[in-house]
């Protein structure tokens, strides 16, 4: 089954600091790699999304950060703030119409 | 504004209950999708459906069934509801065309099964 690692499960960072969620895959076919953003009580939506012809998309205070030799990509959330606490979900897609989603990591940003 | 609703918020059902869970999206979609969110497992593909009357098999179709009468509508089966079943179920759509692009998901059910 093709698989997509997340990590940390969970994370508590404070106001201000620099979140840092890491995603690895093993399927090279991958070309698609978003990320989810969900709120409690809401469905996840579409944070910021990269193919695999760059290494780094920004939107915002959110940068992925891609490495393809590696099959490794992390989400980076600038001077984070306690609006941002939500559960993020990282994904991968390829020709095909599914995407395979990582576990979750529960953000939790303190004051 | 891209629109995904699903049926209801909550739902409490007993085992072996028929239980239905629909999904409409109003943005002209073909494809549509069913998951299930577990803590610590993630979402999980049930069943996703690329046009009207087509469905394939997701990762977890054991248990469930799916109708797509209709292009807006996509429904969720649990022909024999059992407590294992008892879980947060989210739909989604997607544009078609382009490689796995965005999917647009609606706001959950939380089904419990007693």
């Known amino acids: 089954q093709q698989q997509v690692k997340q990590s940390p499960q969970s994370l508590i960072v404070q106001k201000g600091g620099i979140s840092i969620i890491n995603c690895a895959y093993e399927?090279?076919?991958?070309?698609?790699f978003p990320w989810y953003q969900q709120f409690p009580g809401k469905g996840p939506a579409l944070l910021i999304a990269i193919r695999p012809d760059v290494s780094e998309k920004k939107e915002g205070r959110f940068t992925i950060s891609f490495n393809k030799s590696a099959k490794q990509f992390s989400l980076h959330i600038m001077d984070s703030q306690p609006g941002d606490s939500a559960t993020y979900f990282c994904?991968?897609?390829?020709?095909?119409?599914?995407?395979?989603f990582g576990k979750g990591t529960k953000l939790s940003v303190i004051p | 504004d891209v629109k995904v609703t699903q049926s209801s918020r909550y739902l409490v059902k007993r085992t072996g209950e028929k239980v239905f869970l629909e999904c409409v999206q109003d943005?002209?979609?073909?494809?549509m999708f069913w998951y299930r969110q577990d803590p610590g497992l993630g979402l999980r593909l049930i069943y996703f459906s690329y046009d009207v009357k087509m469905k394939e098999k997701g990762d977890i179709p054991e248990g469930y069934s799916v109708s797509r009468e209709k292009k807006e509508r996509f429904s969720l089966i649990l022909e024999s509801a059992s407590t294992n079943q008892t879980s947060m179920y989210l739909c989604a759509s997607r544009a078609p065309g382009g490689r796995s692009d965005t999917q647009y998901f609606g706001p959950g059910t939380r089904l419990t099964v007693l």
């Open positions: 399927n090279t076919a991958f070309d698609y």
């Open positions: 943005m002209d979609h073909e494809n």
């Open positions: 994904a991968a897609g390829s020709g095909s119409y599914q995407l395979t």
